[in-house]
């Protein structure tokens, strides 16, 4: 695999004499390497997925390797998320996976190409 590389692009904090400034920090979780999924459907094929485990690994070594600040990111529960979203997308977010199976399995024909189909048949 790779290796990733990350550039260190901050500036100086002028107010420091000594024209240094801290490190960025990087805020993640190890619960990260429970996301590894082989495959996804996309466009009516099943390919790799570019998220994995080892994907956070390489990343996570590259952002201490590179001297960040890198800390663990505590669990503020789910009142920061209802500031920012409406009820009904939290819903949709903790709720979408298990309600899967609302979803008609049947493949649907885009609306735009139903009306192209006919469209070209009057044609004829």
């Not at 695999?1 to 107010?15: A, G, H, K, Q, S």
């Not at 024209?19 to 993640?28: F, G």
């Not at 390919?47 to 390797?65: C, G, N």
Request: with cysteine; aromatic share 8%; glycine share 4%.
């Amino acid at each position: 695999m790779d290796r990733v590389v990350i550039l260190r692009t901050l500036e100086p904090d002028y107010n420091d004499s000594q024209n240094t400034a801290p490190p960025m920090r990087v805020y993640h979780s190890t619960a990260s390497t429970d996301h590894d999924p082989q495959s996804f459907f996309r466009r009516g094929k099943t390919i790799a997925h570019p998220e994995s485990a080892d994907r956070y690994r390489i990343l996570h070594r590259s952002v201490l390797d590179a001297g960040f600040d890198v800390r663990d990111a505590a669990d503020h529960g789910i009142a920061p998320l209802r500031a920012v979203h409406t009820p009904e997308y939290v819903d949709f977010i903790a709720n979408g996976w298990n309600r899967r199976a609302e979803i008609d399995p049947e493949p649907h024909e885009p609306q735009h190409a139903r009306c192209c189909r006919s469209w070209r048949l009057l044609m004829q």
